[in-house]
């Protein structure tokens, strides 16, 4: 069993920043992706970025979704455990509650269906 936990959501005014974090226990992770997704009211939930877990692949270790490309960072830190999301340049548009997830393998395409557990999700307001 994996345990996500969010945190690191809140009200900002546009153009600022935040950051948020999700911790992972209750496995070893080894070739597995981590990503975010999010949900605005009334709207289905959307990829915004993965990363994998180990940096040892060919190619790009993440992939960001166009609306948030230059704007919102994924990170790791093995030793912790934890993946971030920094978010700058925040929009109003960006307001929505934001989950992490993980699926097992390498693939860092953007397919809710693949990612097998999920945090409880934290908000995240942008203010105009």
């Known amino acids: 069993q994996v345990q996500l936990v969010e945190s690191g959501g809140g009200l900002v005014q546009a153009g600022g920043s935040l950051r948020l974090s999700c911790a992972a226990s209750?496995?070893?992770?080894?070739?597995?992706?981590m990503g975010w997704f999010r949900q605005a009211p009334g709207k289905e939930r959307e990829f915004v970025a993965a990363?994998?877990?180990?940096?040892?692949?060919?190619?790009?270790?993440?992939n960001y979704a166009d609306s948030v490309k230059g704007r919102f960072t994924i990170s790791r830190d093995n030793a912790k455990n934890t993946v971030y999301l920094q978010m700058n340049s925040l929009k109003p548009e960006d307001t929505a509650v934001y989950y992490c997830?993980?699926?097992?393998?390498?693939?860092?395409?953007?397919?809710?269906?693949?990612?097998?557990?999920w945090g409880q999700g934290t908000q995240v307001t942008v203010s105009s």
């Open positions: 997830a993980t699926k097992f393998g390498s693939s860092l395409a953007p397919v809710e269906s693949e990612y097998n557990y």
């Open positions: 209750g496995r070893t992770f080894g070739n597995s992706v």
């Open positions: 990363i994998r877990w180990r940096s040892n692949w060919t190619g790009s270790s993440t």
